[in-house]
């Protein structure tokens, strides 16, 4: 597509819940990054990928938070038995190749959790 | 670990009145320096990248500028369509991974 495309755009759900958050990069690009945004903080690196692998996980701040990529496409990121502190928005972003590469952001999905 | 402060937090500008925002950052082996722009409810979108100490780049009423230690970003007589939160990142050693700061929100009254 045009440009990065992530949904739902808000999401509420309550506390213990799962839910799934949908990143659509541009068309032919291989990397594919997911952030977290939280209010008043910069954004914080979870997780990266190159086509469908995830050479560093290291930013997915507990065992409930995964995510995955099929087809060097769509990436979901599941966030099991959701808590309060989990609420934040959460960015995707993709670009060309891994090094040093214009990273272009998608919307965002506003999680709140009740 | 990278690290990325900005400031101020939040400036107040007339509309025409001249700024500039700070950001200071520690990084192994910068790869490059980075700004963005976040409008509400929306992603960072991309302004300049700055790759060593002394580089200058321009856009409109906005130059950035860097140094070893500190990048500006410099508003001249600002609009109010200028108004956002400025977004700083660095990315170092690990050639993948932007650290951001936690941003300068700019408010421009007309």
């Known amino acids: ?114 | 670990e990278d690290q990325v402060t900005q400031s101020p937090e939040a400036l107040r500008l007339q509309e025409g009145e001249s700024s500039s925002l700070n950001c200071s950052y520690t990084v192994s082996g910068l790869r490059g320096l980075f700004w963005y722009r976040q409008d509400p409810g929306k992603g960072p979108e991309f302004l300049f990248t700055l790759y060593s100490a002394g580089e200058e780049k321009e856009k409109e009423r906005l130059k950035a500028t860097l140094t070893k230690k500190e990048s500006f970003l410099h508003i001249t007589a600002p609009k109010p369509e200028d108004s956002a939160t400025y977004l700083c990142a660095v990315l170092g050693s690990n050639d993948y991974k932007l650290s951001f700061g936690a941003g300068t929100t700019v408010t421009v009254r007309a």
Do not use: M
């Open chain 1, 1 to 114: 597509g045009a440009g990065v495309s992530q949904s739902p755009s808000n999401k509420v759900t309550e506390k213990g819940k799962d839910v799934e958050l949908r990143c659509d990069p541009i068309s032919g690009h291989t990397a594919l990054y997911w952030y977290r945004q939280s209010l008043g903080q910069g954004l914080e690196f979870l997780i990266y990928f190159q086509g469908n692998s995830a050479p560093d996980k290291s930013g997915l701040p507990s065992d409930r938070f995964s995510a995955e990529r099929t087809g060097g496409s769509v990436s979901t990121l599941t966030i099991q038995r959701t808590q309060q502190e989990d609420s934040a928005v959460y960015l995707c972003a993709s670009s060309l190749r891994t090094s040093g590469g214009l990273k272009v952001f998608g919307a965002g999905t506003r999680l709140s959790v009740l």
